[in-house]
T-cell receptor, first 114, second 114 residues
Framework: KNQVEQSPQSLIILEGKNCTLQ??????????LRWYKQDTGRGPVSLTI?????NTKSNGRYTATLDADTKQSSLHITASQLSDSASYIC?????????????FGRGTQLTVWP | EADIYQTPRYLVIGTGKKITLECSQT?????MYWYQQDPGMELHLIHY???????EKGDLSSESTVSRIRTEHFPLTLESARPSHTSQYLC?????????????FGAGSRLTVL
């Protein structure tokens, strides 16, 4: 069964600290993996998208890694800010259909305290 | 800033009422989607469209219906709302970028049925 599992479910860190969020998937075949940030009461916003051949990609203080062999990805946030408080969602796309079906994780709820 | 708009952002109605959630995008995207999201849960695809006059049901069974008469407009309708329809509804559109189907989400419509 194609699934996307994220850990931890929730995380609280102090402002300025770093953190790493995990995503494990069983989706096959695999096309790409995306990380989205969803602020409370808003729609998800794309942070990064990684294909099979990419193992790291950065977007400012966000760095995503991908190990397609172990089917794991991580999102590392450096020097956290209060505005980083949000849900971070891992999404995996297969290549089995024209549209590339998307499999969503339940998200990691990150809270950054001052 | 995303060019996809959803209205209303919040709606509280009584059981049995008919409601329409509006979604419009100005990016000229052919593909549009409706997702349902409950707190702490993953997004579930309920409807999608490849283009004008094309609509398909998604993975999650839904009593709602959609229409796609114009490229930019993808409204969702519930003929008779029930408390079980209480949820957040997210509209999205997408384009192909480097072989990946990249979604842009609206801010969401939070529906509460009493």
């Amino acid at each position: 069964k194609n699934q996307v599992e994220q850990s931890p479910q929730s995380l609280i860190i102090l402002e300025g600290k770093n953190c790493t969020l995990q995503c494990n998937y069983t989706v096959s075949p695999f096309s790409n993996l995306r990380w989205y940030k969803q602020d409370t009461g808003r729609g998800p916003v794309s942070l990064t998208i990684m294909t099979f051949s990419e193992n790291t990609k950065s977007n400012g203080r966000y760095t995503a890694t991908l190990d397609a062999d172990t089917k794991q990805s991580s999102l590392h946030i450096t020097a956290s800010q209060l505005s980083d408080s949000a849900s971070y969602i891992c999404v995996v796309s297969d290549r089995g259909s024209t549209l590339g079906r998307l499999y969503f994780g339940r998200g990691t709820q990150l809270t950054v305290w001052p | 800033e995303a060019d996809i708009y959803q209205t209303p952002r919040y709606l509280v109605i009584g059981t049995g009422k008919k409601i329409t959630l509006e979604c419009s995008q100005t990016m000229g995207h052919d593909k549009m989607y409706w997702y349902q999201q409950d707190p702490g849960m993953e997004l579930h695809l309920i409807h999608y469209s490849y283009g004008v006059n094309s609509t398909e049901k998604g993975d999650l069974s839904s009593e709602s219906t959609v229409s796609r008469i114009r490229t930019e407009h993808f409204p969702l309708t519930l003929e008779s709302a029930r408390p079980s329809h209480t949820s957040q509804y997210l509209c999205a559109s997408s384009e192909e970028t480097s072989g990946a189907n990249v979604l842009t989400f609206g801010a969401g419509s939070r529906l509460t049925v009493l």
